[in-house]
Nanobody, 126 residues
Framework: VQLQASGGGLVQTGDSLRLSCAGS????????LGWFRQAPGNEREFLAA????????YYANSVKGRFTISKDTAKNTAYLQMNRLSPEDTAVYYC????????????????????WGQGTLVTVSS
């Protein structure tokens, strides 16, 4: 599946932003989609994952309560709503789909993802 992340930009502390991840080449259901981010000098960090064919989502503790992952399968698009942003949230944000062999139990592991979007930069000013 081909993924295209968008929606990043420059915002101020406390602002909200919604990222989109548009998928093509495969119906947007029946698998999982995850959001990650990577700040300069840091490893890629898991943020959230959602099962695209029904209920089920999971969040990293660092974003739980501030970020919300959702999907619109009719539009082949997933979203990451980010609230109360701070400079620590500055990073390139990626959406990704796990490898066929990966299970829900490994959604936090970027090594278990095979298809990645190109990333969208989020910059939060203080």
């Amino acid at each position: 599946v081909q993924l295209q992340a968008s929606g990043g930009g420059l915002v101020q502390t406390g602002d909200s932003l919604r990222l989109s991840c548009a998928g093509s080449g495969r119906p947007f259901n029946g698998f999982t989609l995850g959001w990650f981010r990577q700040a300069p000098g840091n490893e890629r960090e898991f943020l959230a994952a959602i099962k695209l064919n029904g209920l089920g989502s999971y969040y990293a503790n660092s974003v739980k309560g501030r970020f919300t992952i959702s999907k619109d399968t009719a539009k082949n698009t997933a979203y990451l709503q980010m609230n109360r942003l701070s400079p620590e949230d500055t990073a390139v944000y990626y959406c990704a789909v796990p490898l066929p062999s990966a299970g829900w139990g490994s959604v936090c592991n970027p090594s278990d993802y095979g298809d990645w979007g190109q990333g969208t930069l989020v910059t939060v000013s203080s």
